[in-house]
């Protein structure tokens, strides 16, 4: 009887910790990339930047194909944690592309701002190996 009830104690607790997504698969080799833009630019006050990807494929958000994913682009902020969810609770920092875009025009203040690409999968959520851009610092005029 107790090992019926400690089995029983086992599923429900297995039954009520929420189930997270395995992780996604990255092909080797593959990198994201800026294009156009590189680490000490000067730039203006709107700056249009194109996403480059090589490796992979683009899938909006949701669609689950192998080797895809979507742009997440940091602004102004360090690395998010690559093995869990992009935070979606700060989207003037961590800026979601989930449609498959491949570029964005954004208005920064003058002065010094970081950027980095961080390629994720149907959920949000980086591949493994993740598949992120080197961290490059624009300057605006």
């Excluded at 086992?10 to 990198?31: E, H, L, M, Q, R």
């Excluded at 990339?33 to 006050?45: A, E, P, R, T």
């Amino acid at each position: 009887m107790l090992r019926l009830a400690s089995a029983l104690l086992a599923i429900n607790i297995a039954a009520a910790v929420p189930a997270f997504a395995a992780d996604t698969p990255s092909p080797a080799g593959a990198k994201v990339y800026f294009i156009g833009l590189k680490n000490g630019d000067k730039v203006g006050q709107s700056v249009v930047v194109h996403f480059g990807l090589s490796g992979m494929g683009i899938a909006p958000a949701g669609v689950d194909v192998p080797a895809t994913g979507h742009h997440h682009l940091v602004v102004d902020a360090d690395t998010p944690p690559l093995n869990t969810y992009l935070p979606t609770d700060n989207p003037t920092h961590v800026m979601h592309f989930g449609k498959g875009q491949t570029e964005v025009e954004l208005k920064l203040a003058p002065g010094k701002h970081t950027l980095q690409l961080v390629f994720a999968d149907m959920d949000h959520k980086p591949h493994t190996p993740a598949v992120v851009s080197e961290k490059i610092t624009v300057t605006v005029k």
